[in-house]
């Protein structure tokens, strides 16, 4: 329960708490008070995950599997949309079951409900499953309160103190155990003006203890007429009332239900009001609440007054004026809001009444439900692997066909499960130990069980290293968890039979045809750059301005040439990709060549349409390509330098020179050939000098550039993909940040050929690659030399000659 106090009262947080200062460092209270000579602090909510597992500091795992269960534990959120459609039967004797009924419930699959929309459907089964879950887990809930009022019991008992409060709900828990409605308290309303005779004589509220009472049942606070003079003016008021009038609509409903206003629709709803009502909040004024006046006891006073002695709380800035340095009255202000506020966000059923209100369509439910029930463990997957490998329910495999596949599969293969199956964001893992030489041979294995028993067309099952120890270990601390490189042991992730990425010819054919357009504009350019060709040009056309025959099949003819060698050796490239796909079996996607103005094609981009075997098989697929054009553009570069020098240069395209010097590895090629080619004197002014080059030493030159470029360990890239290969997923994210924000500062403030390759990476190679079947073992020394070499080769072809 404390997670859904955490979450929830982040909605209004920042509204509730805007001018005041706010704690959550005791477990179990939103609004607590603390020490009075603090500096009040704004509050910071840490990141939290719901219905997964807890913070450090919750004391819970609510993330554990039960005997049987692969779902992850916790998701009350999701009755909210059960609630939305029956919001008038929704009261706490409707929701209590007997725990026979629960169990009985919890093994019974949901029933799909009947529905022309899908998406409805498939949102009502959601709700459905969620809400058996969280009945099941309601009896557990009572169970453990039952044990924690028998321990206080006999603890009052032993003190001699009275236990009638303490009898009562225990009455009303067992009742609720029994399917029978708990018995309502009557609690005598007192007013704000009552004397201090009628608070002795009035029951007794137990603020800690308030998920017994019918909250659900007491009726929404009366608009009060209220003066609202005395806020005008007020700084911290009209702030407060800025954000309450630009606040989404879904966090207005939300508050107004908090604060007790009626309202018909949002247009209705006064906001004023709705900020004067969360100024006297943070007063510690509740007279605006329809609530039983609560009396506290003086043990629980007690309690407050050590929460504040050990500054586990701190108090509004305006209730330790009042107080005027009486603790005990700010006690009792910690105990009202925890009374008012706290006690409406940890009852569940309360709780659903207030968002179910606020709720305006069942998307919005929907998303806030996937938002809640992501855990640590699921963005940790989210940044792993790619959107590919999480499928819409009905891909993924089922509970039932992973518990075969642990039961029938495993103990043939000798996997030595530590874990039972676990559900998390596009499957289930299961951790354990395996006695094979490698891990190729347990995915061997274990496919031809899976053949065996029927499975093979249900999952895929990857050897990945342990992510989940990590995602746990560093639950709330960000990017940190990314810089772990050492192995946690193996993990089984069982994903569904489809999990590269779709295909989308009609796109992608559009996209290459742009890319063969610009590379034949590539081709053209460079002669326009030799003065004298660029002088036959403009002579043609003005004859075509004339009305004249004009002639420029010569540009064409001279064009030619260069735009075949320079898709030639992009198509090596790609060449060299699909040999060593061969090799390893593995099927790629048809390239799709991206366009660019400056180098022609930015890169082809090709996809994998089957997973790799392991580490290995996906390194020599991505080194293959781009190792294969760096040694084809080097070979015509060379062989275009020497033929330049028994060329006619008035019938050569023509380069800027400092784009010839651009490439440290290139502009020495040229130089050594060419001697002199790129010479300029000390002081003089490079801007406008053109060399004139044969166009295969032209095409020779733009491909290294481009095939460097692919070398980056960026995105889904080759270098990318050699990147996880050598250093796995987490180093490979790191880098890729690197190498992301040092393309953007050379883009800005050197070439525009990095600002084009960033904006590329951007919008077609973002995240990560498919994952290999067996990423588990690591690659060889030799390999990992390789790549190496591979990285200083673009690093040389990319950085300026000097």
Known sequence: MMQVLKVLGLLPVALLTRSEAFTTSRSGALFSVGNPLAKPTTFRPKPVYFFGRNNKDDGEDTGSVEEGEGEKKGP???????????????????????????????????????????KAKQLRAQAERARLEAERMDAELTLSKIEKLERQLQVAKTKGESIDEIQRQLENLQAKLRGEPPKPVIVPKVTPKANVEEKKTAAVIQPSQTTDLDIASTPMGTQLTLDLEQYMGNDDFEETLSLVEN????????????????????????????AARIAMTGAGDFSFSNRPKPVFTESQIDDALMRLETSKVTCPDKIVEEAAGDKRKMAEYILEMEYYIESRLTNEDDLISIITKAGEDEELMKGLIDILNTTALDQYITAL???????????????????????????????QASSKPEKVLGGYIVTGTYNYESGDALIEAIDKEL????LADKMTVLLVDDFSKIAKAAEGEEMEIYFTSESEGPLLYIMGTDVVREAKPVQLSIVSGLGFATSWYLSIYPFLLNPALSQRVEEQLAVADAGMTYD??????????????????????????RIAAAVYDVKLSAPTLVPSLVTGITSSVTSFKSLPKNREALFDISLAGPLLGVIASLVALAIGSQLTLSSDPATLPSLPIDILRQSTLGGSIIDTIIQGAL???????????????????????????????ALLPVGTTDGGRMAISMFGRNPKIVLGYLT????????????????????FVIAFQTGNEVPARNEFDEMGAFRIALGGLAYATAFLALVPFY
């Open 740 to 759: 992301m924000v040092v393309l953007l500062f050379t883009g800005f403030f050197g070439s525009d050929l990095f600002l084009f390759y960033f904006a």
């Open 552 to 577: 420029l099949e010569w540009l064409t003819d001279l064009s030619v040439p260069l735009f075949f060698c320079y898709l030639g050796i992009q198509i090596l490239h790609e060449i060299g990709h």
């Open 247 to 274: 606040a989404p609509n879904f966090i207005k409903k939300f508050l107004a239900n908090l604060m007790e206003i009626d309202y018909d629709t949002v247009a209705d709803l006064n906001t004023t009001e709705l």
């Open 76 to 118: 009350f959120f999701a009755r909210i949309l059960k609630k939305r459609e029956n919001v008038s039967e929704a009261t706490v004797a409707e929701t209590s079951v007997a725990p026979n009924a629960v169990l009985e419930a919890t093994s019974t699959p949901p029933k799909q409900p009947e529905s022309a929309a899908e």
């Open 451 to 454: 053949v065996k028993t029927g």
């Open 385 to 415: 692997y790619p959107k590919c490998t999480r499928k819409e329910d009905g891909q993924e495999p089922t509970l039932a066909q992973v518990q075969s596949f642990a039961s029938n599969v495993l103990p043939k293969v000798k996997f």
């Open 679 to 709: 010479y300029v004197p000390d002081g003089a002014s490079s801007s406008g000098l053109m060399v004139s080059l044969h166009p295969l030493a032209v095409a020779g030159y733009i491909s290294l550039i481009v095939n460097a470029l």
